[in-house]
């Protein structure tokens, strides 16, 4: 279902390129695909915001039905991928380069979703795994505490 390969293009500060995990070499020329992390739409939407708060989201794609989200994360991520209740995929390659300027609408990479972080939105070319991770866990202990509250 989930097939993308996204990096972005286009410049950036060299204030804006450090500490960036991401699918794009540095001076934000196209580089790799990235790989994509999806995750239950409940779950997803809690660590966006979590991430939005430490400036720490990359582009983000819900589908069609909102039943899931994405999150684009450095090539080979899903090498190593195991937190329970979501999915790393590679994209060997297959995708899209992001890019053509600020002012460029960026379509989707994958029919049947939206964007719900778009690229030119979010503090990063993609999400640090290291941070997806955190924040997927933080996500999982809030819902859990709200469910038993209810």
């Known amino acids: ?10 410049k950036e500060s060299a204030g804006q390129a450090a500490g960036r ?27 966006v915001d979590i991430l939005r708060l430490r400036d720490g989201v990359g582009p983000v794609l819900h589908d ?10 450095p090539p080979g991520t899903a090498d ?21 300027g600020e002012d460029a609408v960026i379509d989707p990479p994958v029919t049947g ?10 503090y990063a070319d993609a999400t640090d795994p290291v ?3 955190a924040a997927l866990g933080e996500a999982a202990r809030t819902i859990e505490a709200v469910d038993r509250c209810q």
């Open 21 to 47: 995990g991401g699918c794009a070499a540095p001076g934000g020329v196209p580089s790799q695909p990235c790989d994509l992390v999806t995750v239950p739409a409940r779950q997803g939407l809690e660590a």
């Open 113 to 122: 979703t939206g964007w719900l972080v778009p690229p030119e939105g979010a």
């Open 1 to 10: 279902m989930w097939e993308t390969g996204v990096s972005r293009g286009g």
């Open 80 to 100: 190593g991928w195991d937190v329970p209740g979501s999915a790393c995929t590679q994209t060997y390659g297959r995708g899209i380069a992001l890019g053509g």
């Open 131 to 133: 941070v997806l991770r």
């Open 64 to 73: 069609g039905a909102c039943d899931t989200l994405g999150f684009l994360v």
